[in-house]
Structures are given as structure tokens and as C-alpha cells.
């Protein structure tokens, strides 16, 4: 079993940055792959950057690719999402999500979700 707690989330205007953060108990976390996505509403959930469990391979979806950048800190059993120049299109509910082994883009492939934290990007 893994816990997710994400925060960092916030109103922004935008050109703005924001660090999400997503930090893990429970089970080692250094085993698992980490995802971060979002939803807005009446959309369905869109994969935003993914992470593998050393931080050695990260891949990111074509709209967020060059402003974001997604890490962790496995000492501290934490992911982030450092998410520069927001754009009104970015504003959803961000949530992380974590799964035993590789990385993937598709929200059904991971087991474990946090309760998400509210990104608005105001034009």
C-alpha cells in the first residue's frame, strides 16, 4: 500500500511558475514508477510526465514538454513537478500517481493516486 499527499498547488497568473510536490509513505518508494496528471473539469484524466524509480528516464506529453520538468528526491520519498510558464490551459486538478515498475502514460496502468491539489492559471 502507498499513501500520495500532493501540494504546491495554487492561483497563478500566467507566464507564472509553480512546484508541485507528491510525497509517498507506506511501501518503498524507490520502487515505484511515478506519474503526474491532470483533469479539468468535464475532461477526462491527461497524462502529464512520468518519472522511472531511479529518475533516470522522464517523458512528458507534448503540451507540457519544455516547461515542465518532473523529479523526486527518493531520500525523501517525494516527486515534483516544476511547472513554468502556466498557461490558462493548464489549470485542472494535478494529481500524482505511483506503480510498481515502468512508467506509463495511461492513468488505468497505475494503482495508487493521491487526492490531487487545484492548479488555476489566470489570463
Known amino acids: 500500500q502507498v499513501q500520495l499527499v500532493e501540494s504546491g498547488g495554487g492561483l497563478v497568473q500566467a507566464g507564472d511558475s509553480l512546484r508541485l510536490s507528491c510525497v509517498a509513505s507506506?511501501?518503498?518508494?524507490?520502487?515505484?514508477?511515478m506519474g503526474w496528471f491532470r483533469q479539468a473539469p468535464g475532461k477526462e484524466r491527461e497524462f502529464v510526465a512520468g518519472?522511472?524509480?531511479?529518475?533516470?528516464?522522464?517523458y512528458y506529453a507534448d503540451s507540457t514538454k519544455g516547461r515542465f520538468t518532473i523529479s523526486r528526491d527518493n531520500a525523501k520519498n517525494t516527486a515534483y513537478l516544476q511547472m513554468n510558464s502556466l498557461k490558462p490551459e493548464d489549470t485542472a486538478v494535478y494529481l500524482c500517481?505511483?506503480?510498481?515498475?515502468?512508467?506509463?502514460?495511461?492513468?488505468?496502468?497505475?494503482?495508487?493516486w493521491g487526492q490531487g491539489t487545484q492548479v488555476t492559471v489566470s489570463s
Open positions: 500517481a505511483a506503480e510498481y515498475g515502468v512508467y506509463d502514460v495511461q492513468p488505468r496502468k497505475y494503482t495508487y
Open positions: 518519472i522511472s524509480w531511479n529518475g533516470g528516464n522522464t
Open positions: 507506506g511501501r518503498t518508494f524507490r520502487a515505484y514508477a
